[in-house]
């Protein structure tokens, strides 16, 4: 149907009011004048304000179809958008390269994050600043391929509802940092491939993770060659792990510390978990003659593993 178009008076729509930076506000580029930003989005109940950063004025907007706009000089265009905008779905759209920051996630009413934000390699800057997730219950895919991205903190999200982390920081080549502290995880079920390819990352701090639920962590840490730490894995609950693949390709290239892989596989052996997986623990090494050396024995003669990784310890 037709669209309203609503004007406000004074500051831009999500800079405005007591209440501080409530909007969900991005900057996204044109390159030629006439040229339209059409922002995709998926099923969903719409009834959001956007500020398009232009001389129009704010738009309302109640149809999951209907963000799109033209910019009569091309540049840079921050927009703003308040009420109620539960998902952005850039997976495979036209418009993902004209992406370039998120200053603020925003207060909108978000319900997913699966492929929010699918190959917007063009995104160099991500600020949560200040959000409610706490009915978003995926986040499968969300920052798949971002690889200009280079450091991301997320630690503020709320991921108490979600199901799945997979494939979530998948090919986030550029990344050096991702501060994923904090998070409850408690009700995810799959986490694999969710760090895959994150060759920049050096260290990752998965401590507060809760895993009893995960079935799946199968190349979660695949590809990330640069990594030779990751605080908190040993302390990963595997019991449900349910399939001999869960934990497949689980770290390749990159390592451990040899004190988090001792710690893990003496943590991890007295799970008593399920029987025939083959996952690979990369380049990590072990102590020999020691409790880390028999529990690494155990899995493999009592649980049937098969294990890969990068022996003993010199």
């Known amino acids: 149907g037709p669209m309203s178009r609503t004007r406000k008076v004074g500051s831009p729509i999500g800079y405005s009011g007591s209440a501080g930076l409530t909007g969900f506000v991005s900057v996204w580029s044109t390159t030629v004048d006439g040229e339209s930003i059409t922002i995709p989005t998926q099923a969903g109940t719409f009834n959001a304000v956007v500020d398009w950063g232009d001389s129009s004025p704010p738009e309302t907007i109640t149809s999951s179809t209907g963000f799109v706009h033209p910019y009569t000089t091309a540049g840079d265009h921050t927009i703003s958008i308040t009420g109620v905008f539960p998902n952005i779905y850039l997976y495979l759209a036209a418009d993902r390269l004209k992406l370039k920051k998120v200053l603020n996630l925003g207060t909108v009413g978000w319900t997913t994050f699966q492929n929010s934000f699918f190959g917007c390699t063009n995104l160099t800057e991500f600020t949560v600043g200040s959000t409610d997730t706490s ?129 893990l596989l003496v943590k991890w052996e007295a799970q008593d978990p399920f029987n025939g997986m083959t996952p690979s623990f990369g380049a990590s090494k072990y102590t020999g003659g020691g409790a880390a050396a028999t529990a690494r024995q155990d899995l493999i003669d009592i649980d049937g593993w098969s294990i890969s990784d990068g022996g003993i310890a010199p």
């Open 135 to 263: 009915a978003v219950t995926t986040f499968r895919s969300m920052f798949y391929g971002c690889s200009g991205l280079t450091s991301l903190n997320v630690s503020s999200l709320d991921t108490s509802l979600a199901n799945s982390t997979t494939f979530m920081f998948w090919g986030c080549t550029g990344l050096t940092s991702v501060d994923v502290s904090s998070w409850d995880t408690a009700l995810v079920d799959n986490m694999a491939s969710m760090f895959q390819n994150c060759s920049g990352l050096t260290s990752i701090d998965v401590s507060s993770f809760n895993t009893s639920s995960v079935a799946n962590m199968s190349q979660m840490f695949t590809g990330c060659n640069g990594l030779t730490s990751i605080v908190g894995v040993e302390d990963f609950d595997i019991t449900g792990l349910n399939s001999t693949g869960d934990l497949n390709n689980f770290l390749t290239v990159g390592k451990m510390t040899t004190a988090q892989y001792d710690n």
